[in-house]
């Protein structure tokens, strides 16, 4: 099976722009979580999608929005990028939610000058 | 509230020498722990899970790590360690509730000298 795959692998924005990034589960795969990883801050949870609906959310302004299809494929969009938003951005999949050992894609790093 | 800690930032081995990674976690409910994997420019690898069948989990690559309640830890080892095993180490513990959040320990940077 393939893994996880996301689009794009690197990406450079100005301050005040907008990004999307996407991510494509393992085949069968339900669940999608999102995390955030810097230096300072370490891995950090974004949100979690199952069914096409957001299940949890992490402690982040509401400039960071996601959604799931019905192929359980997911994007995460952030407005109004800052500076503090360069990072590497990793998606998860499961097969469902809870438990379930979660496999990571390459990332996506973005850089806001 | 569930959290991890990873006790050292860096930890330095020679080549051939035991690998040890402590990881102390904190969870209110049995915890479901992992331990990934990250090198230079790539996502998480899943080393190992230990979901309450074993104490002692073995995973890819040699690791192992046992669990131990009366400690709530669950550090990683492994017997010999080899140039390649140098990387990035992180513990991991799955939110409470039915969630798909894992929260992560700050990571240990794993440097094999030669």
């Not at chain 1, 991510?23 to 949100?47: A, D, K, N």
């Not at chain 2, 400690?71 to 513990?91: G, I, N, Q, R, V």
């Not at chain 2, 969630?99 to 000298?113: D, N, P, S, W, Y």
């Amino acid at each position: 099976k393939a893994g996880v795959t996301q689009t794009p692998r690197y990406l450079i924005k100005t301050r005040g722009q907008q990004v999307t990034l996407s991510c494509s589960p393992i085949s069968g795969h339900r669940s999608v979580s999102w995390y955030q990883q810097t230096p300072g801050q370490g891995l950090q949870f974004l949100f979690e999608y199952f069914s096409e609906t957001q299940r949890n959310k992490g402690n982040f302004p509401g400039r960071f929005s996601g959604r799931q299809f019905s192929n359980s494929r997911s994007e995460m969009n952030v407005s109004t990028l800052e500076l503090g938003d360069s990072a590497l951005y990793l998606c998860a999949s499961s097969l469902e939610r809870g438990q379930e050992t979660q496999y990571f894609g390459p990332g996506t790093r973005l850089l806001v000058l | 509230a569930q959290s991890v800690t990873q006790l050292g930032s860096h930890v330095s081995v020679s080549e051939g020498a035991l690998v040890l990674l402590r990881c102390n976690y904190s969870s209110s409910v049995p915890p479901y722990l992992f331990w990934y994997v990250q090198y230079p420019n790539q996502g998480l690898q899943l080393l190992l899970k230990y979901t309450s069948a074993a104490t002692l989990v073995k995973g890819i690559n040699g690791f192992e790590a046992e669990f131990k309640k009366s400690e709530t830890s669950f550090h990683l080892t492994k017997p010999s360690a080899h140039m390649s095993d140098a990387a990035e180490y992180f513990c991991a513990v799955v939110g409470s509730g039915n969630t798909g959040k894992l929260i992560f320990g700050q990571g240990t940077t794993l440097q094999v000298k030669p």
